[in-house]
């Protein structure tokens, strides 16, 4: 049986659509409270979208009516929610967020028990105990508490204020794009207590412009004002802070394969990579496969979607993974991607190896590739769209061995996307021409 409302990431769609509104909220939460143990805590956060708040109360009211207790954590990031259902030993955490998408669109992830996002199998059973429409009636009050004494933002900026030594960013000028979004309250926080002298951009929510033309799916301003201010870094989130893109002191932008290879390579030669594993999705460019056995360690693959990259590092016994969009795991520190930890992360190599990142990126020879996403106006199964198919065909057979083509609809997004890899740019360039051509001809363009 397959999801009809979640997704690669939650159920996601357009506020006041047919799914993403007050009363699809509240009997998902009556349904999650049928799912879980009686009087089970949930932990709620959100991001900084204007229907953030109603959405999260509306959730709540159904969680309440089925019998849990939900409480709120308010505006903070999705990786802070994670750790704070794992920390405070809760039931199910609940972020109200749609990630990198526009302000437009809100969206619901669930974290099970430990912190880490429910299987599919459990997504499908919370389907099967959706009530009818109207099952869950309004209620005149919230019926959410407000945060415990262990407050969600607090406990989270403590436990990243950990991973460097105090006042090791003494001197340091950092560029940081909150992205308008639920890491406005931490990352500047955290980097400025850690003694870096901290420029702000997309720092300026107003529920509207998360994610604007801004953050880590837009990091044009990011790289200007790096090489305006002369910075060490620039660090680039997305919505809800589980992404992260960096810059280097050149205004050169780095993306999750290239911050994957050279922690990884730092991990192996301290010996803490375990089972010298790193695990990335199929849309990790090849190179990071060379990189790595060029350095002892091997590469698995897995479906994309960070979930599914947690589920095999589990399975490997590795520590490390994730995937080329900037979501960076590591599970010895965090349940889920963390944008702050990955951050973190590189700014403790740089600081052990004293190199700066532009020199840093140079472990990753990137395979020629191309990508688009296009905007579609529906699903239909790939299989079926005749001309599309024959255009992948034909560009498999110029590739041969020597590149790969991989065809997907987005999950999260009205969108398919393309990605071309080959031996040259030009090969690669020519093959995503035909098969955005073909979609044309499909006429599934939206």
């Excluded at 007050?22 to 049928?34: I, P, Q, Y």
């Excluded at 020879?365 to 106006?377: C, L």
């Excluded at 990605?419 to 090969?427: I, K, N, Q, R, S």
Aim: with cysteine.
């Amino acid at each position: 049986m397959n999801r009809k409302y979640f997704g690669t990431d939650g159920v996601r769609g357009l506020y006041g659509g047919p799914v993403m509104n007050e009363a699809f909220a509240r009997r998902l939460g009556l349904a999650v409270a049928s799912w879980l143990p009686p009087q089970s805590d949930v932990l709620m956060g959100r991001d900084t979208r204007y229907s953030g708040l109603s959405l999260e109360r509306a959730m709540a009211q159904g969680l309440r009516a089925g019998g849990a207790n939900p409480i709120s954590l308010g505006v903070v990031p999705t990786p802070a929610v994670s750790r704070a259902v794992r920390a405070r030993g809760a039931a199910l955490g609940v972020v109200i967020t749609a990630s990198h998408n526009p302000a437009e669109d809100n969206g619901i992830k669930l974290f099970g028990q430990g912190g880490v996002k429910l299987k599919e199998v459990e997504e499908m059973r919370i389907e099967q105990l959706l009530p009818a429409d109207g099952a869950v009636p309004a209620a005149a009050e919230p019926a959410i508490a407000e945060p415990g004494p262990v407050a969600g933002l607090d406990d989270y900026i403590t436990a990243m204020l950990g991973l460097l030594p105090a006042g090791a960013l003494a001197g340091w000028r950092i560029v940081v794009d909150t992205a308008n979004g639920a890491t406005c309250a931490t990352t500047p926080v955290v980097l400025r207590a850690l003694g870096a002298e901290v420029i702000g951009i997309g720092d300026a929510p107003d529920g509207r412009n998360i994610n604007a033309n801004i953050g880590s799916e837009h990091p044009e301003q990011l790289a200007l004002r790096v090489r305006a201010e002369k910075a060490r870094i620039g660090i680039a989130h997305d919505g809800d802070g589980d992404r992260c893109v960096l810059c280097d002191e050149t205004g050169t932008v780095l993306d999750g394969d290239e911050l994957l290879t050279l922690l990884a390579r730092h991990l192996l030669q301290d010996g803490l990579l375990m089972n010298n594993t790193l695990v990335v999705t199929r849309q990790s460019n090849l190179g990071v496969d060379s990189a790595l056995a060029a350095l002892g360690g091997r590469v698995v693959r897995t479906e994309i979607g960070d979930r599914y990259v947690r589920e095999r590092m589990r399975e490997e016994g590795a520590t490390f993974g994730g995937e080329s969009s900037g979501h960076i795991i590591f599970s010895d520190l965090s349940p889920t991607g963390d944008g702050l930890i990955a951050a973190l992360k590189v700014i403790d190599v740089m600081l052990a190896t004293g190199q700066p990142l532009s020199e840093l990126r140079g472990v990753l020879k990137k395979f020629p590739q191309a990508t688009a996403a296009v905007k579609v106006r529906e699903k239909p199964p790939l299989a079926s769209l005749v001309k599309l198919t024959a255009a992948i065909h034909a560009v498999e057979t110029a590739l041969g061995t020597r590149g790969r083509v991989m065809v997907r609809y987005s999950g999260t997004e009205p969108k398919l996307r393309f990605l071309v890899e080959g031996p040259a740019d030009d090969a690669v360039q020519a093959g995503l021409t035909t098969l955005t051509e073909a979609l044309k001809a499909e006429g599934l363009v939206a």
